[in-house]
């Protein structure tokens, strides 16, 4: 015998169909009416967001270290930007990437993010400061004053000098002679082997010291220059016009070599580099390394990331 179902027992089983697709209902919107795929995808594009940042961070620091290691300006100022194009680029991803956590990210995440914030942020006061000498070059501009002109000058000074050795030699005046030109050769000489020492030279102290000889050397060049002036042998002498123009164009150089070396610019960006800025990179790279593990380690309703089980 067949038995129908009355009119009763249909509501019933249309209201059991109904709050079934309520419960449903529910269920999709606690897993915010995304699919599992959705899902993925969403933590998929979290977790590039992630990498780009970590590439773009390195790339920022490795553009840095070639403005900071650059010996033209024209070069230093392409790295510089480079390193500051690379940092815009973190920072836009983080914007973005925060949009996104607070959206659909857990607590974890959420942290981690605002730890790599507090980092980066010190990541970029650091490279602001750092990329702000860099660019500078004031000690190459010193080295190549030091090596360039400055030296061309005391060459020629000593050249001049050695000739009016050589003409005085067979007069009555050689014995005064000689022990001036050697004595203003040997002081111009020390005050050019101290450039290069003060301009690699990071403490002041060690640098006052410098310059406080290379200050007694100078009185002792010129001393010995107007020694020889007042001997009449050489009143109006070339030789010796040329040795105390060169002296004085040398002395012009290193009155600009000196203020350069104090900025110390390329001592101080590479000494950034080399303490501060490492050490705020290595806290950045190592907070966005976490946030991707808590990203990569976030469960999904439907989706078994363990190893499949083996069948009895």
């Avoid at 403005?67 to 983080?94: F, P």
């Avoid at 010796?240 to 290193?254: C, D, M």
């Avoid at 390394?289 to 990203?295: K, M, R, T, V, W």
Wanted: hydrophobic letters at 45%; a negative charge; one cysteine or more.
């Amino acid at each position: 015998m067949t038995i129908r179902p009355s009119i009763k027992d249909f509501l019933w089983m249309v209201f059991g169909a109904v709050l079934l697709l309520a419960i449903v209902l529910v269920a999709l919107h606690f897993q915010k009416g995304q699919s599992p795929a959705e899902l993925l995808a969403f933590k998929a594009k979290r977790v590039d967001m992630v990498e780009r940042m970590r590439l773009a961070l390195a790339s920022a620091s490795e553009a840095e270290k070639s403005a900071v290691m650059a010996i033209t300006d024209e070069d230093s100022q392409k790295y510089a930007d480079q390193a500051r194009a690379a940092t815009a680029d973190v920072e836009r991803e983080r914007n973005e990437l925060g949009q996104l956590l607070d959206a659909g990210g857990t607590q974890r995440e959420k942290d981690t993010l605002a730890q790599f914030s507090k980092s980066f942020t010190d990541f970029q006061r650091v490279d602001s400061d750092l990329l702000a000498l860099a660019v500078k070059n004031t000690n190459i501009k010193a080295y190549n004053l030091a090596f360039g002109p400055a030296a061309d000058a005391i060459t020629e000074m000593n050249d001049a000098l050695s000739r009016l050795v050589s003409k005085s030699a067979p007069t009555p005046d050689a014995r005064a002679v000689a022990p001036l030109a050697f004595g203003a050769q040997t002081a111009a000489l020390r005050i050019q082997a101290l450039l290069a020492p003060h301009i690699a030279e990071e403490s002041d102290a060690k640098m006052d010291a410098m310059e406080a000889r290379m200050t007694r050397d100078d009185q002792e060049v010129r001393k010995d220059l107007d020694g020889m002036a007042a001997l009449p042998m050489f009143n109006g002498d070339a030789d010796l016009a040329t040795a105390a123009s060169a002296y004085a164009r040398f002395s012009e150089v290193r009155a600009k070599i000196i203020p350069l070396s104090r900025e110390n610019t390329n001592v101080r960006s590479l000494a950034i580099s080399l303490d501060q800025k490492r050490k705020v990179m290595f806290l950045c790279q190592d907070a966005l390394a976490s946030l991707q593990q808590a990203i990569s380690e976030e469960s999904i309703p439907g989706v078994n990331y363990g190893a499949p089980s083996s069948p009895r």
